[in-house]
């Protein structure tokens, strides 16, 4: 694979389709090696040197080229809001002030969960060109996650990487991940408007406060809860979620009336349902994270009668994995 990934461009299209690396392994050049260590090592500029990244397949040091080890890297700290002078002297390349960053969404706090390789190859229109398609899964010690599709051009002047272009944008997730919680709604009540809309403040104290669900002998007395589901995956623009109660656990179909929703850092969602319900089994409901993806033009009329929602996330307030007899 080494050999086929330092020939010829035209080459190594095949080669690299849809592979898995971690970010920068290794490197090719000495002066990389630091600089990768770190970024592999410690995703979250944390300083323990043991944290790994998360689910990544290891390849032997030289199985990708340095140059696409240096577009990778490149993206990824500019995504995180490293200025570019910072980037060009840990990587031997010239125009990573190209590559744009959201300065409504800040990644800095997140770390590299995937690296899968789309596409290399040379464009016929550009000989000297080397076009690399790649996407990025980022995520954060709290476990938000963000997709991002990138392709860079570049050029290849001894070991140093001109950027040429460089494109980029959000990805839909592939398996979207919630996470569910109940909560006295006097601890959300406590935190005040401005606590409810800063996702780190709204996660500590639900995880602080969080009713433990299908516990034996649950009251049947009803009191004042709060239903909170966390939307983990960035969501792209048009699409919609939301929080469905129902009796069935099957489909999509739920009240949604008195749903509420958060929008944090320009992306992620969070869905909160306030009411008064027992934790007791013979009062037991489902509550359904449902994805709406953005209609699509093309999808014609016939298109609009058929239903995209998924379930992406089932809860059932008394812990049962089938509705209570």
């Given amino acids: 694979m080494t050999d086929i990934l330092n020939s010829n461009p035209a080459r190594r299209l095949l080669a690299l389709v849809a592979v898995l690396f971690p970010l920068l392994l290794g490197g090719c050049q000495e002066s990389m090696t630091e600089s990768v260590g770190n970024l592999l090592s410690n995703p979250f500029g ?6 790994e990244v998360i689910n990544v397949v290891a390849l032997n040091p030289g199985e990708v080229a340095w140059h696409i080890q240096t577009a990778v890297a490149a993206t990824v700290l500019r995504l995180k809001g490293e200025e570019p002078d910072a980037i060009e002297a ?11 960053n959201d300065e409504n969404t800040d990644l800095s706090g997140f770390g590299v969960e995937k690296v899968q390789l789309n596409d290399f190859f040379t464009p016929e229109d550009a000989p000297g060109i080397n076009r690399l398609g790649a996407t990025l899964v980022l995520v954060e010690p709290a476990g938000r996650r963000v ?38 709604t006097a601890a959300i009540e406590k935190m005040g408007e401005d606590g409810v809309r800063d996702y780190t403040t709204l996660r500590t104290q639900v995880l602080l ?12 007395d009803m009191s004042d ?19 469905r109660i129902s009796d069935v656990k099957d489909g999509p179909e739920g009240y949604h009336d008195d749903s ?45 009668l058929l239903s995209s929602e998924q379930v992406i996330g089932l809860y059932n307030t008394a812990n049962l994995t089938t509705p209570a007899s």
Avoid at 46 to 51: F, N
Avoid at 90 to 100: D, H, L, M, P, Q
Avoid at 209 to 220: F, M, Q, R, T, Y
Avoid at 276 to 293: D, G, T
């Fill in 147 to 184: 997709g991002i599709s990138f392709v860079a051009d570049y050029e290849l002047s001894g070991d140093q990487v001109i950027l040429q272009g460089h494109q980029w944008g959000y990805m839909r997730a592939e398996n979207p991940l919630v996470e569910t919680y109940i909560v006295p």
């Fill in 209 to 220: 406060n969080a009713v433990a669900a299908g516990a034996p002998g649950a009251s049947e």
């Fill in 90 to 100: 840990k990587f031997n390349i010239v125009g990573s002030g190209g590559i744009a």
């Fill in 225 to 243: 809860l709060t239903i909170v589901t966390f939307f983990m995956d960035h969501l792209l623009h048009g699409d919609k979620v939301e929080l």
């Fill in 260 to 304: 509420r929703y958060i929008l944090h850092d320009n992306g992620w969602v969070t869905g909160i349902v306030p009411g008064q319900f027992s934790l007791a089994a013979e009062n037991a409901f489902w509550v359904k994270a449902v994805f709406i993806p953005k209609k699509r033009e093309n999808d014609g009329f016939f298109g609009g």
């Fill in 46 to 51: 944390s300083s323990d040197e043991d944290e």
